[in-house]
């Protein structure tokens, strides 16, 4: 009898497979562990760009020129044998001259920059600039670039070292370095 049961109701699924409904474990709400979400980003939205930048450039140059003349007056040289019974002179110029540029950079900043366009996929253009002044002194930093959305981490900071197409400027009006008077004429010159 109880076989029997058993296989009834084994034909009953059978027959009748539309009444029940499977469930799956994975739905569009749930996600996946393993794939990062897609973060959307709009026009207008804020980043904060972790600026670490380094740069070095090196150039050397230099001349050397040598002029030289004697004059000697000595006895059976002319009028000045009487005068003077031996004179001598000689001049001797010798300029040498060299020249370097040593420059070397580093940059290290947080600037918050605005989105100002998004293309189709995903990038992020963005521009932004601070100007910081004290006293006399006024520093302008602007950088303007582009990042992918996935290189955005959770809090809205991104490295510079991930940004395509940038211009960073950073330009300052430093009276404590600048040359004098004497200095600049020389430069001039020279």
């Known amino acids: 009898m109880r076989r029997k049961f058993c296989l009834?109701?084994?034909?009953?699924?059978?027959i009748f497979p539309s009444t029940m409904t499977a469930n799956s474990l994975w739905t569009e709400r749930s996600g996946s562990y393993f794939i990062k979400p897609v973060?959307?980003?709009a026009v207008g939205e804020l980043l904060t760009i972790i600026i670490s930048e380094q740069a070095s450039a090196t150039s050397r140059t230099g001349a050397n020129t040598g002029e030289e003349?004697?004059?000697v007056v000595g006895?059976?040289?002319?009028?000045?044998?009487?005068?003077?019974?031996?004179?001598?002179?000689?001049?001797?110029n010798n300029y040498?001259?060299?020249?370097?540029?040593?420059k070397t950079g580093s940059l290290k900043a947080q600037l918050t920059v605005?989105?100002?366009?998004?293309d189709e996929h995903g990038n992020l253009s963005f521009e932004g600039s601070k100007e910081i002044k004290v006293n006399e002194d006024l520093q302008k930093l602007t950088f303007v670039g582009t990042v992918r959305s996935e290189d955005v981490r959770p809090d809205n900071t991104v490295y510079s070292t991930y940004v395509a197409?940038?211009?960073?400027?950073?330009?300052?009006?430093?009276?404590a370095t600048k040359k004098g008077l004497l200095t600049r004429a020389i430069d001039w010159l020279f």
């Not at 006895?75 to 001797?92: C, D, F």
């Not at 197409?165 to 009276?175: E, S």
């Open 114 to 118: 605005r989105i100002v366009a998004v």
């Open 69 to 71: 003349s004697s004059l």
């Open 96 to 102: 040498g001259a060299s020249a370097g540029t040593n």
């Open 39 to 41: 973060r959307r980003f």
């Open 165 to 175: 197409d940038a211009r960073i400027d950073y330009l300052g009006n430093d009276h």
């Open 75 to 92: 006895p059976g040289a002319g009028v000045l044998t009487n005068i003077l019974p031996y004179l001598q002179a000689s001049v001797e």
């Open 8 to 14: 009834l109701l084994i034909l009953l699924f059978l």
